[in-house]
Protein backbone atom coordinates (compact mmCIF):
# COMPACT_ATOMS: atom_id res chain seq x y z
CA UNK A 1 0.00 0.00 0.00
CA UNK A 2 1.48 3.41 -1.07
CA UNK A 3 -0.30 6.49 0.37
CA UNK A 4 0.50 9.93 -1.99
CA UNK A 5 -0.12 13.53 -1.38
CA UNK A 6 0.69 15.90 -4.04
CA UNK A 7 1.31 19.73 -2.89
CA UNK A 8 2.39 23.02 -4.89
CA UNK A 9 -0.49 23.96 -6.76
CA UNK A 10 -1.90 27.51 -6.75
CA UNK A 11 -2.87 30.31 -8.91
CA UNK A 12 0.15 31.62 -11.62
CA UNK A 13 -0.60 33.66 -14.51
CA UNK A 14 -0.31 32.63 -17.82
CA UNK A 15 3.84 32.01 -18.76
CA UNK A 16 4.80 31.58 -15.06
CA UNK A 17 5.78 28.22 -13.55
CA UNK A 18 4.63 25.88 -10.65
CA UNK A 19 6.56 23.00 -8.88
CA UNK A 20 4.29 19.90 -8.07
CA UNK A 21 5.53 17.73 -5.10
CA UNK A 22 4.25 14.10 -4.36
CA UNK A 23 5.77 12.63 -1.10
CA UNK A 24 5.19 9.00 -0.71
CA UNK A 25 4.77 6.97 2.19
CA UNK A 26 3.45 3.48 3.31
CA UNK A 27 5.78 0.95 0.98
CA UNK A 28 9.61 1.42 -0.78
CA UNK A 29 9.16 4.51 -3.17
CA UNK A 30 11.29 2.71 -5.85
CA UNK A 31 9.36 -0.23 -6.55
CA UNK A 32 6.94 2.34 -8.13
CA UNK A 33 6.74 4.35 -11.87
CA UNK A 34 5.26 7.21 -11.12
CA UNK A 35 2.91 9.40 -13.26
CA UNK A 36 1.25 12.49 -13.43
CA UNK A 37 -2.22 13.28 -14.46
CA UNK A 38 -4.67 15.98 -14.69
CA UNK A 39 -8.48 16.80 -14.83
CA UNK A 40 -10.10 19.75 -15.76
CA UNK A 41 -13.81 20.64 -15.14
CA UNK A 42 -15.87 18.43 -16.82
CA UNK A 43 -13.57 16.78 -18.66
CA UNK A 44 -12.08 13.06 -18.18
CA UNK A 45 -8.88 12.46 -16.25
CA UNK A 46 -5.20 12.36 -18.82
CA UNK A 47 -2.14 11.54 -18.85
CA UNK A 48 0.70 13.85 -18.20
CA UNK A 49 3.95 12.91 -17.73
CA UNK A 50 5.43 9.38 -16.50
CA UNK A 51 8.48 8.57 -14.77
CA UNK A 52 10.56 4.95 -13.95
CA UNK A 53 11.44 3.31 -10.61
CA UNK A 54 14.84 4.92 -11.37
CA UNK A 55 14.45 8.16 -13.04
CA UNK A 56 15.96 7.54 -16.30
CA UNK A 57 13.22 6.98 -18.32
CA UNK A 58 10.03 9.45 -18.93
CA UNK A 59 7.49 9.94 -21.06
CA UNK A 60 5.29 13.10 -21.72
CA UNK A 61 2.20 14.16 -23.49
CA UNK A 62 2.68 16.48 -27.04
CA UNK A 63 1.14 19.08 -25.55
CA UNK A 64 3.36 19.37 -22.21
CA UNK A 65 6.55 18.43 -23.68
CA UNK A 66 9.52 21.19 -23.47
CA UNK A 67 7.52 23.10 -21.26
CA UNK A 68 7.15 20.24 -17.83
CA UNK A 69 9.44 18.49 -16.21
CA UNK A 70 9.03 15.10 -14.60
CA UNK A 71 11.93 14.24 -11.84
CA UNK A 72 12.21 11.88 -8.69
CA UNK A 73 14.34 11.80 -5.69
CA UNK A 74 13.91 7.79 -4.43
CA UNK A 75 16.09 8.94 -0.96
CA UNK A 76 13.19 11.43 0.00
CA UNK A 77 10.23 9.35 -1.79
CA UNK A 78 9.39 12.05 -3.62
CA UNK A 79 7.90 13.07 -7.37
CA UNK A 80 7.98 16.10 -8.91
CA UNK A 81 6.56 18.01 -11.79
CA UNK A 82 8.09 21.32 -12.74
CA UNK A 83 5.74 23.21 -14.97
CA UNK A 84 7.01 26.46 -16.97
CA UNK A 85 5.39 28.35 -19.48
CA UNK A 86 2.18 27.51 -18.69
CA UNK A 87 -1.03 28.53 -20.10
CA UNK A 88 -4.61 28.56 -19.30
CA UNK A 89 -5.75 25.19 -20.76
CA UNK A 90 -3.28 23.91 -17.98
CA UNK A 91 -5.67 24.69 -15.59
CA UNK A 92 -6.78 21.22 -13.94
CA UNK A 93 -6.51 18.99 -10.34
CA UNK A 94 -3.17 17.21 -10.54
CA UNK A 95 -2.98 13.77 -9.94
CA UNK A 96 0.25 11.88 -9.12
CA UNK A 97 -0.06 8.37 -8.97
CA UNK A 98 2.43 4.76 -8.90
CA UNK A 99 1.99 2.39 -11.13
CA UNK A 100 3.24 -1.14 -9.70
CA UNK A 101 4.31 -2.37 -12.85
CA UNK A 102 8.30 -1.12 -13.37
CA UNK A 103 8.22 -2.58 -16.93
CA UNK A 104 6.39 0.18 -18.74
CA UNK A 105 5.69 4.19 -18.33
CA UNK A 106 1.88 4.08 -17.99
CA UNK A 107 -0.53 6.10 -19.64
CA UNK A 108 -3.58 4.98 -18.89
CA UNK A 109 -5.63 5.63 -15.66
CA UNK A 110 -6.16 2.02 -15.84
CA UNK A 111 -2.43 1.57 -15.35
CA UNK A 112 -1.86 3.28 -12.10
CA UNK A 113 -2.65 1.24 -8.71
CA UNK A 114 -2.52 4.50 -6.29
CA UNK A 115 -3.32 7.91 -6.29
CA UNK A 116 -2.73 11.20 -4.31
CA UNK A 117 -5.77 13.60 -3.35
CA UNK A 118 -4.81 15.65 -6.21
CA UNK A 119 -3.96 19.65 -5.72
CA UNK A 120 -5.32 22.49 -7.59
CA UNK A 121 -3.47 24.39 -10.52
CA UNK A 122 -5.14 27.45 -12.31
CA UNK A 123 -3.39 29.57 -14.29
CA UNK A 124 -5.08 32.92 -15.45
CA UNK A 125 -4.68 34.85 -18.91
Known amino acids: QVQLVESGGGLVQAGGSLRLSCAAS????????MGWFRQAPGKEREFVAA????????YYKDSVKGRFTISRDNAKNTVYLQMNSLKPEDTAVYYC??????????????????WGQGTQVTVAS
Open 97 to 114: AAERSRLRLGTATSDYDY
Open 26 to 33: GHTFSLYT
Open 51 to 58: ISWSGGST
